[in-house]
């Protein structure tokens, strides 16, 4: 089969078989397919994503089962990793497992298909993402030791490298169902061949291509491309600030196939590791995942200085705070803000940052046929409730554990909170 890329295998993962349920581990199963396509020049893909409920950090497990093989994989396999340690998460952390596996090709996965940053409804251009993961320095091999060069070759001999995408396209004219999700294809391919490029030129690049042309007006680029290109560098951003800011994760519905909010969502006998409440642990002390070295520990997978950083609230960024730690409600910030105060702000501006995106658009109209025009302004109507919902969810849902109340400059709460869990757990025809 020409130009076949290989086969990709998840195994012992999400409950489904692999070479553990038969006393073998990662290698063994990768290396026994490996042999038997090499003689045709095959490669096999085998993906790092795996845990088990029964773990107490479902982020630690790759690290804990695939750091002890690194060597021993055959040179015709590579470990595909997630960008994060648990799963497409608006914002997470890069892998510990990036760098770490020094004689084994590692390549990065990333997801083109928005599971978890609004479906195909909300706009979210995610080269921003994907930028910020291969530009983290693991500090494996010293400083400047990033994620995208140490999946390239460049600090670690490789014999294969690769970048993963995980996309679909559905029954839409436009395949992607959003006009502007057609342009996370585009970055993925262009990070793809050149890891290094910045968000800012892929997306004058895309919108020159989709939107300009010869016949575009004088004033295009002032009125068109400028604001248009910063509402798109902006977007993932502002969904993570009404979604799950300052580290939260992990959140959304269950019900709704991760489409909106799920703090709540729990139901009896599931495994934990599947459920919201596992993620943010609120409770009236705080909130926040402990993996600090009083909890979890899965700061000592990242190599120095980033454990001690990460490890200490005072020092850790603010976007990972609650990924890596169990915070009072009245914690300090860096703001000056207190915890409570600066999750609401956050939520706050996520909402005024997509109502700012419908007045971009709305101003674009004169530079856009009028049927992409209206199927966009009609998104970004839709995400603005979605941005609504999350907001008032969340903040109605954590303050029952805060107990404090919602700062006076932050949008007070248009929706009940009963009224949306009603609405989340009815069953979907």
């Known amino acids: 089969m020409p130009d076949f890329g290989g086969?990709?295998?998840?195994?012992?993962?999400?409950?489904?078989?692999?070479?553990?349920?038969y006393?073998?581990?990662?290698?063994?199963?990768?290396?026994?397919?490996?042999?038997?396509?090499?003689?045709?020049?095959?490669?096999?893909?085998?993906?790092?994503?795996?845990?088990?409920p029964n773990d107490k950090d479902r982020a630690k497990q790759a690290y804990n089962e695939f750091v002890p093989l690194d060597g021993k994989f055959r040179d015709n396999v590579i470990v595909q990793v997630k960008n994060g340690p648990i799963d497409f998460q608006p914002r997470e952390p890069f892998s510990p497992l990036f760098g770490a596996l020094k004689k084994t090709s590692v390549m990065p996965e990333f997801q083109i298909t928005q599971e978890y940053l609004g479906h195909s409804i909300d706009l979210a251009f995610l080269a921003p993402m994907w930028e910020e993961c291969l530009g983290s320095d693991t500090h494996q091999a010293g400083p400047g030791s990033t994620v995208a060069r140490c999946t390239d070759g460049s600090v670690y001999p490789q014999k294969h490298t690769a970048m993963a995408g995980v996309a679909n396209v559905g029954l839409d004219t436009n395949w992607t169902g959003h006009d502007f999700a057609q342009a996370n294809w585009y970055a993925f391919g262009r990070l793809a061949w050149n890891n290094q490029l910045k968000s800012a030129q892929i997306a004058d690049e895309w919108l020159k291509l989709t939107f300009g042309g010869p016949t575009a007006a004088a004033d295009w680029n002032t009125q068109f491309l400028t604001p248009v290109k910063?509402?798109?560098?902006?977007?993932?951003?502002?969904?993570?600030?009404?979604?799950?800011?300052l580290g939260l994760h992990h959140i959304m519905s269950a019900t709704r196939e991760h489409y909106g909010p799920g703090p709540w969502?729990?139901?009896?006998?599931?495994?934990?590791?599947?459920?919201?409440?596992?993620?943010?642990?609120?409770?009236?002390?705080?909130?926040?995942?402990?993996?600090?070295?009083?909890?979890?520990?899965?700061?000592?997978?990242?190599?120095?200085?980033?454990?001690?950083?990460?490890?200490?609230?005072?020092?850790?960024?603010?976007?990972y705070?609650?990924?890596?730690?169990?915070?009072?409600?009245?914690?300090?910030?860096?703001?000056g803000n207190t915890l409570w105060n600066e999750l609401c702000a956050h939520y706050d501006k996520g909402v005024q940052q997509v109502r700012q995106f419908q007045k971009v658009w709305?101003?674009?109209?004169?530079?856009?046929?009028?049927?992409?025009?209206?199927?966009?302004?009609?998104?970004?109507?839709?995400?603005?409730?979605?941005?609504?919902?999350?907001?008032?969810?969340?903040?109605?849902?954590f303050q029952q554990f805060s107990r404090m109340p919602i700062p006076a400059d932050v949008e007070p709460p248009m929706n009940n909170l009963d009224a949306i869990i009603a609405n989340d757990m009815r069953p979907r025809r």
């Open 7 to 21: 086969f990709l295998v998840k195994a012992s993962s999400e409950g489904q078989p692999g070479p553990q349920d």
């Open 23 to 52: 006393g073998r581990t990662h290698a063994d199963g990768a290396n026994m397919l490996a042999d038997a396509v090499r003689p045709h020049g095959g490669l096999v893909m085998w993906r790092a994503f795996v845990y088990s």
């Open 230 to 245: 910063q509402l798109m560098l902006d977007s993932r951003e502002a969904i993570v600030n009404y979604s799950m800011p």
């Open 362 to 397: 709305d101003k674009a109209q004169p530079y856009v046929d009028a049927e992409r025009f209206a199927v966009v302004q009609h998104k970004l109507r839709s995400q603005s409730g979605n941005a609504v919902q999350w907001k008032d969810a969340c903040l109605l849902y």
């Open 321 to 335: 705070l609650l990924w890596f730690h169990h915070l009072p409600w009245d914690f300090k910030m860096k703001s």
């Open 265 to 319: 969502w729990a139901p009896p006998k599931m495994r934990a590791d599947w459920t919201p409440r596992y993620y943010h642990q609120a409770d009236s002390a705080g909130v926040g995942f402990n993996r600090t070295k009083t909890g979890s520990d899965a700061v000592s997978q990242y190599h120095e200085p980033l454990a001690t950083q990460f490890n200490d609230p005072t020092t850790c960024p603010d976007e």
